[in-house]
């Protein structure tokens, strides 16, 4: 045995290494804590990685700082339903009426839109940035570090260029977006200015190195001036006041009459639904034929959702959902309620959803197809569509023709249409020249739609609006003879408040040549001219047309009566064709004691539909079964991406389901549990990229500006970007920016500052912050940051490029995008030579 007289221990100065009779070992304390890059986090490693390659190492992390930038993104989504909960409180105001004894109540937001995006919304999409500042300086003794500091300037660069560059590029052609409060984007530009400014001041002349209480104090108080100035601006205390009293203006927000409303076509009053406008939707939808009730639900819940005012949160939240393949934001609509969709949205005057204005024959030119569907045989070759116009003939006119595929589809049935078609002063009919493919080879009957469309340009879009037939049915079939004509059933039910009934006629087994045949009303219990404005006339088959609508105005006279009805017939066919087997048809007319009760079923699956669609959760069931199921559960509407990202996430979303919701406690609760996960989840962040960074020969203050800039600002991006092109106004995608980046440095270095400051004057200590890189970074921001708010500035005054800060003339817009990257990319590039010495 030996002795410990005999034992030999070497120890090499700064060696993690014993010899021990020389055999060395590897002190306990190196493997835990003494390896390579083993110390740069506040929380990681858990446990010892001394035995992994770094190669390894730095991939892994860098994985997990991917995962854990989905997994802030979902909690910080759970956070914001719980700001959207708090912000959308709301007051009763009581207006006057028509019944006296019946005030109108409406209501109206408490939260100001300025203070709540300058507030709890700016600390929504920045807490993760905000929280990393905090808890870095708390979690290294109440010292400065890198890269806190560096992700507030670095998330701002690319808030301010990037994602104003690509708002600025992705509004479509022939369109742009202007700032609508633009004082209130003035105040928050100057103060995100000022802000840099002021952290140069501090940094470089008034304590150059060094952060005083009183200078950590009024960075922090900066915030609250900021949200004053705003709220001032946006009640326009601070300007010419307006004509009327604008006070009353702003607290009711944008309500209107409802004469004005009914004027206007606007169908659900500031987005809420009223059984009014309900009723006048339905009217409208159930123009356009197939529709059920629950398809008239939802796209009712799409004109509500398109009706509402939103903020930059909900563009937001609905990016990360988008991202992560949760529950959308807005309504899924399938094909054929996306061509509906679409057609109702034609006219340039339609101001949302289900707006068809008004046919005015004297002042617009109507343009329409002849018929709703035709049918040809596959072997026809080249046939003409005959498109119409009626209304206003004095002007030239544009509409553009295209084909949509059904069954059929472009190349393999027919060849595809595109074009526009010009109608002279003068000119009533224009032929447009379709080709059908022969490919020999036995198919069932197909389908294809020529859609007519109005032109993009503004100008091609005045004096011409389309009419009730800007989509035809195209049947491609093998049939030679003039066939029959018939009624498609023998008898109609329509509601008295209907407007006009719709009775179609069909022409079978056959569509060669053109064909006529002649209809008569024959007066029953209805009676013409009482119940309904009836008589005779003549529909005209062109060859191939299968399908020829009588319209029959029905007469609402808003008395409760019995049901009524009265005939159509149909006679003398001419060009070869023959009388079906239904050639009369009764048409009853109905009264509408029972469309209460439709219309409440109607009232239910549009709440239905737009309850679905809300940012926040109610209760705990509701937000577990969106974290379990992919797209909330709209299996239907899924995308593959969605099931591959709802796979990835799927673990941050059961954990985050446990958070209690917005539902509770008005939001507050949701939202301090929300902050906290928010906070454990930004000091693990904050622990990988530092120690990724270190693995990988990156300096913290390069770290901060790229790896973790962008995982907290990609959302921002999608969210901006869909807002943009959404939005009349561009406040929610640029507007905010400023705010946004005014709040990261008054909170996000202003209150961990204040607390070091505070904390190191207690001890007795100065709190030491380094200028070097700081301060260069900074600087180079500020200058850049003038440059492209001068840029924006000018793009709103200036014709060159469209008097809009966003999209106006197309070369311009991408050019001035590339202007806006190349900042960032300066900013990246002259903050790292920096930091490795080269400037």
């Not at 569509?385 to 084909?403: K, L, M, P, Q, Y």
Request: glycine share 8%; proline share 4%; aromatic share 10%.
């Amino acid at each position: 045995m030996t002795s410990l007289d005999d034992v030999i221990i070497i120890q090499e100065p700064n060696s993690s290494y014993l010899t021990v009779n020389n055999v060395s070992y590897v002190q306990e304390s190196y493997v835990h804590k003494g390896y390579t890059c083993s110390g740069e986090g506040l929380l990681l490693p858990i446990i010892s990685e001394y035995t992994w390659s770094e190669g390894a190492r730095a991939f892994l992390y860098l994985v997990g700082l991917l995962y854990c930038f989905m997994g802030v993104a979902i909690i910080a989504d759970i956070f914001m339903g719980a700001i959207e909960k708090i912000t959308s409180k709301t007051r009763k105001v009581y207006l006057t009426s028509e019944k006296e004894d019946e005030p109108e109540v409406i209501e109206v937001r408490i939260w100001s839109d300025a203070v709540a995006n300058l507030t709890l919304m700016a600390l929504g999409s920045s807490a993760p940035e905000i929280l990393l500042s905090v808890i870095e300086v708390i979690g290294n003794d109440f010292e400065a570090k890198d890269l806190g500091p560096g992700t507030i300037v670095g998330s701002a660069a690319f808030n301010l260029f990037v994602i104003s560059a690509v708002c600025v590029m992705s509004i479509p052609n022939g369109e742009e977006r202007r700032i609508r409060d633009l004082k209130v984007f003035l105040v928050t530009a100057v103060f995100s200015v000022v802000a840099y400014l002021w952290l140069l001041i501090i940094l470089m002349v008034t304590s150059p190195e060094e952060v005083e209480v009183w200078e950590a104090v009024v960075t922090f108080l900066l915030f609250p001036l900021l949200v004053l100035l705003a709220w001032l601006a946006e009640r326009n205390f601070c300007g010419v006041p307006n004509k009327t009293d604008t006070s009353k203006q702003i607290e009711l927000g944008n309500f209107q009459t409802a004469d004005k409303l009914l004027k206007e076509k606007q169908y659900f009053r500031d987005g809420r639904l009223d059984r009014d406008g309900l009723v006048a939707f339905i009217k409208e939808v159930k123009n356009y034929p197939g529709l059920t009730d629950e398809d008239a639900a939802v796209l009712a819940a799409s004109k509500l959702v398109e009706s509402q005012s939103h903020s930059r949160m909900w563009y937001r939240v609905g990016a990360v959902r988008n991202m992560t393949g949760g529950r959308k934001t807005q309504p899924q609509l399938s094909t054929k309620l996306k061509e509906v969709y679409s057609a109702m949205n034609e006219h340039p005057e339609a101001p949302t959803l289900g707006d068809v204005p008004k046919v005015m024959p004297h002042q617009n030119a109507i343009i329409d197809f002849h018929a709703a569907s035709c049918a040809v045989m596959e072997n026809i070759g080249k046939f003409e569509v005959a498109i119409i116009r009626s209304g206003r003939t004095d002007n030239e006119v544009n509409v553009r023709v295209e084909t949509i595929d059904g069954t059929a589809t472009e190349d393999q049935d027919y060849i595809p249409i595109n074009q526009v078609i010009t109608f002279g002063p003068g000119e009533t009919e224009k032929l447009i020249e379709v080709e059908i493919i022969n490919d020999n080879q036995w198919e069932p009957d197909e389908e294809f739609f020529l859609k007519i469309s109005l032109l993009y340009n503004a100008e091609k879009r005045q004096g011409v609006q389309l009419g009730r037939i800007s989509i035809m049915e195209i049947t491609i079939l093998n049939d030679d003879e003039p066939g029959m004509v018939m009624f498609q059933k023998r008898g109609f039910l329509v509601k008295e408040s209907i407007g006009k009934a719709i009775i179609p006629v069909v022409r079978k087994n056959g569509a060669d040549g053109e064909i006529t045949v002649k209809w008569r009303s024959i007066d029953k219990t209805a009676i013409s001219g009482r119940d309904f404005e009836g008589g005779e006339g003549v529909l005209v088959f062109k060859h191939t047309e299968i399908e020829q609508n009588i319209e029959i105005p029905i007469i609402d006279d808003m008395t409760p009566e019995k049901d009524e009805h009265f005939e159509i017939e149909l006679f003398d066919p001419t060009g070869g064709a023959k009388l079906g087997q239904i050639n009369r048809t009764a048409v009853t007319i109905t009264n509408d004691d029972d469309f209460n009760n439709v219309l409440a079923n109607m009232m239910i699956m549009t709440n239905a539909n737009v309850h679905a669609l809300q940012v926040h959760h109610e209760t705990y069931l509701s937000q577990i079964k969106d974290a379990l199921n992919v797209n909330g559960g709209d299996i239907e509407n899924a995308t593959g991406m969605d099931y591959v990202m709802h796979f990835l996430t799927f673990g941050w979303k059961i954990i985050f389901s446990l958070v209690p919701p917005p539902g509770i406690l008005g939001g507050w609760l949701c939202f301090f549990v929300s902050l906290g996960a928010i906070g454990l989840l930004t000091a693990i962040i904050g622990d990988l990229a530092a120690t990724f960074g270190c693995l990988v020969g990156l300096k913290n203050s390069v770290t901060a500006i790229t790896f973790v800039a962008l995982g907290t600002s990609l959302p921002d991006t999608f969210a901006s970007k869909t807002a943009a092109v959404q939005e009349k106004y561009a406040d929610n995608a640029v507007g905010n920016v400023t705010g946004s980046n005014s709040v990261n440095v008054f909170l996000g270095l202003g209150a961990p500052w204040l607390i070091a400051a505070i904390v190191n004057k207690i001890r007795g200590k100065v709190f030491f912050v380094p200028a070097g890189n700081l301060g260069f970074s900074v600087g180079v921001f500020t200058g850049l940051c003038i440059l492209c708010i001068g840029l924006l500035l000018l793009r709103r005054f200036l014709g060159v490029f469209g008097k809009a800060e966003l999209g106006g003339n197309v070369p311009m817009k991408y050019v001035s995008g590339a202007i806006m990257i190349s900042f960032w990319l300066i900013y990246v590039l002259c903050t790292s030579f920096q930091a490795y010495g080269y400037f």
